[in-house]
């Protein structure tokens, strides 16, 4: 094949066929029936499905299908907020093969990139998307920015050598952007093959892993569940082995089951995690998986990346230097000094018209603000000749002449530092100065160009630039700017006790400058032990950086395998990992991170693919609220489960301990069904919206290995339950010796027991070193559950028809004053318990 014809039409057809399109493998896309499947197969959804079940076998149709609509309406909420996001996703997916322009039998055709094959010749002009990883055939001033497979901000030139042996012939990689210049280069891989799609095919290699939250969850419903059904068991046997009454021993150890069935666990566990995947994404963050929000909340380590997630990636002129001036972007001082003006007119002067190099584009942008005198301005002066950059000599030059003027004609360059001291063929002396300015503001983070001026008589130009008279006029120094919410946004995550560390594949000096302005590190830090790079940690075993991984801030020049090696290694040092980022070299991290976050707007779709939540806004400040969230919605779930183990010891006791001593029931299917409609929505609507503590992010990360309920909790909790329960069996010991009623005692046990529940909801809706008041006056939604509460319970007292159905009798006023004593003494005792475990006297309990 001749390069400059290309391949035939037949010959492209016939590797297409061979090779597969020119795609990047993805995940398949997950369809509404796949979904749903997804979200109903969890054994927290079959929970309730059987408690369900069990109602429709009690023939309580009504409570039934209250239970049976709390699924559907929780499963919908979940399918709708995983289907919305994966629309989004959808939406938001990059062109993965964008047009390309190729030779197909001499001429030049434009076609879709997935038809790029192997051996097409692809022509590249500044702009254009590359289809596919290909070999440079011919270029002139090509630069090409791969940041997002290298992380490096700075476009890399793709220079022809000036012999075949010089150096290697360079390459140009699948979706990396031509910022600068044109050339033809000839495909070599595309697809899956390429190196963009070799990262993403290793995303399958990668197990997703359940959160520890659906874990400790499961262990729960497990373990009450096995509590509930064994003593449902032991009751049943009891009635029918003492008195032969079968009947009454199932209906008894039905509604024993049903006081003790744990199927709010499921309901908290998957309602809170809808409406928290919600309530974020109000915050312009979308969850690909609801329930890794908790885990976010509890991560100690934040893995970010720093072009374009710390940084704008859009490079800005930061210092102009001259030997005995400086000036700074932001020193608030004008740029007026006619020497300072001068590097940056001849910066100007060195650089494209219409550039798409960032570095150029800064220079333009300052210009344009800074340089208005008309003296400056290039129009009226035509660009006559140029100079590209070469791999001898890395500086570019333009000349030019003023139009119907006599004058010598201006050359202005522009370049790396120690090829501008060549062209000026400056002495050791002066270099070593200009060198040590140039390494003050390299240890800024700042790309250095150094910039040279001269004049040219006649139009008989030299072969290369060295044929001009230069002088050396200063540097200029460009940098990736900071996004302004990073520094509050790191500073509130350490003070979370959230550790950040920078990823990156910039040199040492920059990333560390980065991390300086960032607040990664402090001034104290700037030790050689907070950074490694991607050399040293190439050296170590992986348990030789598990060992080192803790003391490290800052790891550069990092190569995009190694991000997975640093990630592994947290995660196996104990962190419970988070990784942010928006470039093809962070998805296998993301993905192996405990919690991968994504970058909407600039990234790849390998990223978001691997990620499990997705910042649309690109906002490093929204990790920050994520997490504030994270951490709300798990303290609100554990708060939700701390009542449910509560709550259901007196509606147990109630059950139980008639039958121990010989009463009659005092609590049938129907009483325990209405219980459930106090419970149901203050475990959901009342907890879910509570607000969030003063402390949130001050507190350190919960350890890794914390469970969902330590021992201390489980016991707070029975003994605030045992509490009302102790009340309530003093409120009917006290009855029965006045002689009430059976119906009348039933009644006003049951009105205490709901008094009860009530106030253990308010006093769990904050933590044990909380101000539980509080809360009485912030969440609206106990209010709402409070007052239908209060309503409920007056109709079914006072209504002759609901009296019947629930077998009360009327209360009488020493009756109410009686449950009103129980109510206090049942708040007495809570607040008592509460205390107790404030100051942590529970746990002598726990070395007995």
């Known amino acids: 094949m001749a390069i400059e014809q290309g391949l035939s039409e037949i010959e492209a057809q016939r590797r297409l066929e061979t090779d597969g399109p020119n795609e990047i493998q993805r995940s398949t896309a997950r369809s509404l029936i796949r979904i749903v499947v997804d979200v109903v197969r969890e054994p927290m959804f079959l929970l309730l499905f059987v408690a369900g079940g069990i109602y429709l076998l009690l023939g309580d149709f009504v409570e039934a299908m209250m239970m049976l609509g709390a699924v559907v309406a929780t499963a919908t909420i979940s399918v709708v907020q995983e289907k919305r996001t994966d629309n989004v996703l959808e939406s938001l997916r990059d062109l993965s093969s964008p047009r390309a322009l190729v030779l197909r039998d001499g001429e030049r055709k434009r076609i879709a990139g997935y038809e790029v094959v192997r051996g097409d010749v692809i022509v590249l002009a500044e702009g254009d998307r590359i289809p596919a990883d290909a070999q440079l055939i011919s270029g002139n001033n090509l630069q090409v920015d791969e940041s997002l497979l290298t992380g490096e901000s700075v476009a890399v030139d793709k220079l022809m ?34 190196e963009l799609g070799k990262i993403g095919k290793a995303l399958n290699d990668i197990p997703d892993e359940p959160t520890r939250l659906h874990i400790q969850t499961r262990q729960l419903v497990k373990l009450f569940g096995t509590i ?77 990346d720093k072009t374009g997630t710390l940084t704008l990636n859009k490079m800005a002129v930061s210092e102009l230097r001259t030997p005995d001036q400086q000036w700074q972007f932001g020193s608030h001082l004008p740029l007026s000094s006619p020497q300072l003006c001068g590097v940056l007119e001849y910066a100007m002067l060195a650089s494209e018209r219409n550039p798409t190099d960032p570095m150029e584009r800064a220079i333009l942008t300052l210009a344009d603000t800074h340089l208005k005198d008309p003296k400056y301005a290039r129009s009226q002066r035509a660009l006559v000749h140029e100079y590209g950059l070469t791999p001898e000599l890395l500086a570019m030059t333009h000349v030019w002449q003023t139009e119907g003027s006599q004058e010598p004609a201006l050359i202005a360059t522009k370049g790396a530092p120690e090829a501008i001291f060549d062209l000026c063929h ?47 006029i200063g540097l200029l120094g460009l940098a990736d700017p900071l996004r302004e919410s990073v520094p509050k946004a790191v500073a509130q995550c350490q003070s979370a006790g959230i550790k950040v560390v920078m990823i990156t594949g910039d040199y040492s000096l920059t990333a560390m400058a980065i ?170 609507f009342v907890f879910e919206s509570e607000d969030a503590e003063s402390d949130l992010m001050q507190r350190p990360p919960r350890p890794a290995v914390s469970t969902l309920f330590s021992y201390q909790q489980i016991m707070t909790s029975t003994l605030q339950g045992a509490a009302v329960l102790v009340s309530l069996m003093a409120l009917i010991f006290e009855l029965r010796s006045l002689g009430v009623q059976h119906d009348e005692i039933r009644a006003a046990s049951f009105v205490a027991m709901i008094l009860g529940s009530l106030l253990l909801a308010w006093h769990n809706l904050k933590s044990i070193n909380a101000n539980a008041h509080a809360s009485l006056y912030s969440n609206r939604s106990f209010f709402i559950v409070l007052f239908a509460s209060l309503l409920t319970l007056l109709l079914i007292n006072t209504v002759p028809v609901l009296q019947s159905l629930f077998k009360f009798a009327n209360l009488t006023p020493l009756t109410l004053g009686l449950v009103c004593v129980s109510g206090a003494l049942s708040y007495i005792l809570i607040r008592l318990i509460r205390h107790l475990s404030r100051i942590d006297l529970l746990n002598i309990f726990k070395t007995r």
């Open 515 to 684: 991390a300086s302005q960032a607040g990664i590190v402090g001034i104290e830090d700037h030790s050689r032990h907070m950074l490694m790079t991607g050399d040293e940690l190439s050296l170590l075993t992986p348990d030789q950086l598990a060992a080192r991984v803790g003391e490290i801030k800052v790891f550069a020049r990092i190569k995009p395998e190694q991000k997975l090696l640093i990630v592994n290694a947290l995660k196996s040092s104990g962190e419970v990992v988070a990784m942010t980022g928006d470039g093809v070299n962070d998805a296998p991290a993301l993905k192996s991170a405990h919690i991968g976050i994504a970058m909407g707007q600039r990234g790849t779709d390998v990223a978001r693919e691997a990620a499990s939540m997705v910042l649309m806004q690109d906002d490093f400040d929204a990790i920050v609220k994520t997490i504030a969230q994270g951490r709300q919605i798990y303290d609100n779930i554990r708060k939700a489960l701390a009542f449910i183990v509560s709550v259901h010891v007196p509606i147990a006791g109630m059950v139980v301990v008639p039958i121990v001593l010989g009463w009659p029931l005092l609590l049938f299917p129907a009483h325990v069904a209405f219980f459930e409609l106090v419970i149901d929505p203050s475990c959901s």
């Open 161 to 194: 050598p000036s012999n075949e042996n010089a150096q290697e012939i360079p390459n140009v990689y699948s979706g990396s952007l031509v910022v600068r210049g044109h050339g033809l280069a000839q495909v070599y891989a595309t697809g899956v093959n390429s």
């Open 228 to 304: 509930g059904l064994t003593l449902s068991l032991l009751v049943v046997l009891f009635y029918g082995l003492k008195d032969a009454d079968w009947l009454k021993g199932g209906l008894t150890g039905i509604t024993l089951a049903m006081a003790i069935l744990p199927e709010e666990f499921p309901l908290v566990l998957t309602f809170f995690m809808a409406m928290g995947a919600w309530r974020i994404s109000k915050n312009q963050v979308m969850t690909r998986h609801s329930a890794t929000i908790e885990t976010l909340g509890s991560a100690t380590v934040l893995c970010t």
């Open 426 to 472: 400056m002495g050791a002396e002066q270099a070593k100065e200009i060198r040590q300015a140039v390494n003050t503001m390299a240890a800024a983070g700042l790309r250095v160009l150094g910039v040279a001026k001269a004049k040219f008589e006649g139009t008989n130009w030299p072969i290369n630039q060295l044929g001009f008279d230069f002088e050396f």
